[in-house]
């Protein structure tokens, strides 16, 4: 028979190999402040070199390869770690595959390989070396206005068209080596500003934990990114959006991007009265290009109706509500989603990823969502506890049991030992 201890501790350990990399949002102290609400740069500390070198990497979605400045690179980062190839002696120089990247930020890099530590998980790997580079701000930052804040990208891209995006990627290569055993990442917020990305995030198709969407590379100028198809977005119960669309997602944005005419449906169906009332007002960031709204604190937000977006061939919503699209700062009430005049494709941002955990497989080309929220790991958990519970009060009562017995034996002894010794005596 197996010891339920055993069957217990297996089942809670069995975990496919994985790599977690903590994560914070980067917000500047000097805040220009819806600017770096609508996207700021979310930042994980990594090790690189021989002996180890600290490095604060941005972690992008988008099209953008894994880099490091080196310590010559005139940049103005600052209070954060440069790479010094020099003082790693385990550094190796891929002439072969110099790269000129982009004539607004990179006036040169190269290929390099060297040993990447990931929280403890190491591996030999590409990466591109920045020796030179011009208005870094314009390239680090998607404002254009605030200050870098880290020492290079950790590209997660799945694009081959692109040499040095595909010798350069950081998940790839993990997979290759067969260092994780999904070509996958996902997301996991704790709160607002932090959590996980786990590389090599494991999953398995069972229907009723997770649900598959197809996906296809969205282009739009010289940005490329995930993407998906939805069927409609209802708002309350009016769909705002009833034809097939595309959606980008980005968890780089901090809030949701859509156009102007879903502008004027969340105006009409909730805002306008508070308009009305000069509770609410449309501002425009410094490019006069983005309109979003503010609004007094004392709105009420808790009757804004929920936003579903539908996906008819799994059938399944993505719903968010006022607690998913609401925050308060400096007394006034922000909402987070914002609207561009000519911007055709909705992009989902921080909003959706802090609600629902989202699993991108590169290798099978699927976004899986998940089905089940935290509460259903904690029911799972609570039931654990409950069979751990009950196994060690029946173990505890068999050993109970079981010294009950060997004292009455022990007394059952003892009494034939002097019934004997009497008979013999007699």
Sequence with gaps: MYNPFILFFLFITINNA???????????????YFNSIIINDILTEIKLGTPSQNLTLSIRMLEYPTFVLNTSANSTVKNTNKFSEKNSSTFIELRDYSIIYGDEA?????????IFDLNNNKANANLMIASDIENDIKF???S????PSHSGVLGLNLFPQFESLQNTSLLLQLYKEKIIDFCSFSFIFQNNDQGYLILGKDFYYDENKYLFRKTELLSRKETLTWGIIFDNITFGNEIIENT?????FKVELNMILTNNYMKEAFKNIFFQQYFDQNLCIQNKTDDNYTIYFICDKNINIKKFPEIKFYMKDIDF????????????KDNKIYFLIIFQKDNKIWELGAPLFKKYPLIFDMDKKIIIFEKNNNTNYMIYFMILLIILIIVLVLFTLRIIKKRNNRVKAIELDSEVNENYLNSTLI
Excluded: S, T
């Design 244 to 248: 097939y669309f595309k959606a980008k």
């Design 106 to 114: 990179f006036k040169k890099a190269y290929l390099g390989r060297d």
């Design 18 to 32: 994985q790599i977690k990399l903590k994560f914070k949002r980067y917000y500047p102290k000097k805040e220009i």
């Design 144 to 147: 254009w206005l605030l200050p």
């Design 317 to 328: 919503e993505l719903v968010l509500n006022y607690k998913d699209l609401f925050i308060e």
């Design 140 to 142: 680090f930052d998607y």
